[in-house]
Nanobody
Framework: QVHLVESGGGSVQAGGSLRLSCVAS????????MGWFRRAPGKGREGVAA???????SYVDSVKGRFTISQDKAKNTLHLQMDALKPEDNGVYYC????????????????WGQGTQVTVSS
């Protein structure tokens, strides 16, 4: 059974930084696409960043140059470094794992963590 546990959320002023982490268990980590999604207040869930089974990264346009996704395969751990945070980055951030490994945002096969709150004040 897939188990994803996020940590590192919190409150920060605009321009600040946060680092999210996610520990995965119950999967063959190296075969999965790993990603971060977020749900802003009153909006649907959107993909933020992903890293495929080959280590290729992708980002939504709104976070390019500010967020960095990385992983430690030896520890089955995923990170999201978020710099230059903006109020529009507010939301619940979810760690996700997709077994096909190719990071298709709209795949129905994503597995989800419980989420961690990120609050950015202006």
């Amino acid at each position: 059974q897939v188990h994803l546990v996020e940590s590192g959320g919190g409150s920060v002023q605009a321009g600040g930084s946060l680092r999210l982490s996610c520990v995965a268990s119950g999967i063959q980590y190296s075969r999965y696409c790993m990603g971060w999604f977020r749900r802003a207040p009153g909006k649907g869930r959107e993909g933020v960043a992903a890293i495929d089974k080959n280590g290729v990264t992708s980002y939504v346009d709104s976070v390019k140059g500010r967020f960095t996704i990385s992983q430690d395969k030896a520890k089955n751990t995923l990170h999201l470094q978020m710099d230059a945070l903006k109020p529009e980055d507010n939301g619940v951030y979810y760690c996700a794992a997709e077994p096909d490994g190719d990071c298709y945002w709209r795949s129905p096969n994503w597995n989800w963590g419980q989420g961690t709150q990120v609050t950015v004040s202006s």
